[in-house]
């Protein structure tokens, strides 16, 4: 064979072989890259302990309001004692409500979450009240508004990414009281808020009943009703009660009790709260009330605690729990 018929073969052969060197590494490669994404997705699922189990059921449907709380209220202290001498700050709750309800405040609500958790943790319902007037700018006597909500909204991250524009904006502060709507709504009642964010229907409707609210200016209601998302029945990945398989809402909450498995509740009046107790079987006698449960104790917690601190326990606990999504999946976020 001719020298130079000899080296074109070896350079062949040694192309051949680098190709398939690089061909066996660039498979390893994607392989462990695989497994590295695989990996990280199983992660993400079990990173904080706790999955959503049922979700989208018309029955977990979670509205959140506005309110704007009236100067002449009959204001009364803890212990129910009238008190005369409050001072509202009606102009800043009236800037700040028509601000959330613009065009800019509704378009960063139903973004919030879209850059950090791949979804909306808020959507805007199709009627919506919504503002279109010029909003003022903030003065010495107006600048400072309080806002008492729910641990729900605090807890997603909502105001932290929606109040620094409305500040910077317009020249106001607001200031946050959260606790579960049945505190929140209380803290108002003793002219301790200007405004209210909260999600209770049925405790919304009292408010306004006994004189608490009033109807701004350009919107028809007291209750401005314009965001929701869904409350979720989150638990263990293994799922003794078997709620994946449930047909409703209510289905999975009566599987939770036939099998006695561990269920965290808010047991504080929240929003979240009354509409838990409206999903256990009539026969249970479940109620916001903690002496109505007192025969379930060996497996339903009564934590009188927050949304996020509640998530915490049902984590721990290996429990059921049920949370508005946009508070679980910061929760979730946090968690990793």
Wanted: with cysteine; hydrophobic share 35%.
């Amino acid at each position: 064979m001719k020298r130079s018929a000899w080296k074109k073969r070896v350079k062949l052969a040694g192309a051949l072989i680098a190709a398939g060197l690089l061909c066996a590494f660039a498979l390893s490669a994607c392989g462990q890259a695989s497994n590295s994404d695989s990996s990280a997705k199983d992660a993400s699922k079990s990173s904080s302990g706790l999955e959503i189990l049922f979700e989208q059921d018309d029955g977990l449907i979670n509205n959140y309001t506005l309110i704007a709380v009236n100067p002449k209220a009959p204001f009364a202290d803890a212990d129910g004692k009238a008190v005369s001498d409050v001072k509202l700050n009606a102009t800043g709750a009236q800037a700040f409500i028509d601000w959330m309800l613009s065009d800019e405040g509704i378009e960063l609500a139903k973004n919030y979450g879209v850059d950090t958790y791949g979804q909306a943790l808020f959507s805007i319902k199709d009627n919506a009240p919504h503002y279109t007037g010029d909003i003022p700018k903030a003065t010495d006597e107006t600048k400072t508004v309080r806002l008492s909500t729910t641990t729900s909204v605090n807890d997603s991250g909502l105001l932290d990414a929606l109040l620094p524009t409305f500040e910077n904006e317009y020249g106001y502060k607001v200031e946050v009281y959260s606790a579960g709507t049945g505190k929140a709504i209380a803290n108002a009642k003793n002219g301790n808020a200007d405004a209210i964010l909260v999600h209770s229907k049925s405790q919304e409707e009292s408010f306004i009943k006994d004189g608490f609210a009033y109807t701004l200016p350009g919107f028809d209601s007291e209750r401005l009703t314009y965001m929701y998302n869904y409350f979720v029945l989150c638990g263990p990945a293994d799922d003794p009660a078997g709620v994946k398989d449930a047909s409703s809402a209510k289905d999975a909450f009566a599987k939770i009790a036939d099998s006695k498995s561990k269920f965290v509740s808010r047991g504080d009046k929240s929003g979240t709260h009354t509409k838990e107790v409206s999903l256990w079987p009539e026969s249970l006698g479940i109620t916001t009330d903690a002496d109505s449960v007192a025969n379930y104790t060996d497996w339903y917690i009564y934590s009188n605690a927050g949304m996020g601190d509640c998530l915490t326990m049902a984590k721990e606990q290996g429990a059921y729990i049920l949370s508005d999504k946009a508070t679980y999946l910061s929760f979730t976020a946090n968690q990793k």
